[in-house]
């Protein structure tokens, strides 16, 4: 079993800091990436931002380049999300994720979190 639990959302004003957190356990035996995809009402899923476990190269959605900030910590499997200079758009359900192995002899897969809401007030 691998459990992803999100940390750290809520309401934040607009031009508002937030961090995000998630923490990936249980049968992670290598971790290849992790990131965040976002949910708003009405709208499909979309990525967020992503960074590669082994060399932290990271990724970001046009919409947040500049905004936002991904990290990891590696002992601890956590995946961060600073959100600076927040908009009333980036309102929605943020879902991590994290691709990974959960034994030697296992496919990579996909595995997701909860969802932590975040709303940003205008």
């Known amino acids: 079993q691998v459990q992803l639990v999100e940390f750290g959302g809520g309401l934040v004003p607009a031009g508002g800091s937030l961090r995000l957190s998630c923490a990936a356990s249980?049968?992670?035996?290598?971790?290849?990436?992790m990131g965040w995809f976002r949910q708003a009402p009405g709208k499909e899923r979309e990525f967020v931002a992503s960074i590669n476990w082994s060399s932290g190269n990271t990724y970001y959605a046009d919409s947040v380049k500049g905004r936002f900030t991904i990290s990891r910590d590696n002992a601890k499997n956590t995946v961060s999300l600073q959100m600076n200079s927040t908009k009333p758009e980036d309102t929605a359900v943020y879902y991590c994720?994290?691709?990974?192995?959960?034994?030697?002899?296992?496919?990579?897969?996909?595995?997701w979190g909860q969802g932590t809401q975040v709303t940003v007030s205008s």
């Open positions: 249980g049968r992670t035996f290598s971790i290849f990436a």
């Open positions: 994720y994290a691709d990974l192995t959960s034994d030697r002899f296992a496919d990579r897969d996909r595995y």
